[in-house]
């Protein structure tokens, strides 16, 4: 689904390029030495953060990637 609407399909941006979708999560994975799932999991992890207020990250299983870029 674009993911962030939440209709469902996973890799359709419903004609705005502002909607994310699971290429991009692969995509963001693929820079950093992660699966899709890790990538996931860390995007989860991000949410409940914004979600309840907090912005220190809480411990992590199998570590986290390094960002790329600069």
Do not use: F, Y
């Not at 399909?9 to 909607?19: K, T, V």
């Not at 799932?37 to 220190?56: D, H, P």
Request: net charge negative.
């Amino acid at each position: 689904m674009c993911l962030n609407c939440g209709c469902g399909e996973l890799n359709e941006r419903h004609g705005n390029e502002a909607n994310i979708i699971l290429d991009d999560v692969r995509r963001a994975g693929e820079a950093n030495g992660q699966s899709v799932e890790e990538s996931l999991r860390n995007m989860g992890q991000a949410a409940r953060q914004v979600v309840s207020g907090t912005s220190a990250p809480a411990a992590q299983e199998g570590g986290q990637a390094q960002p790329t870029g600069g």
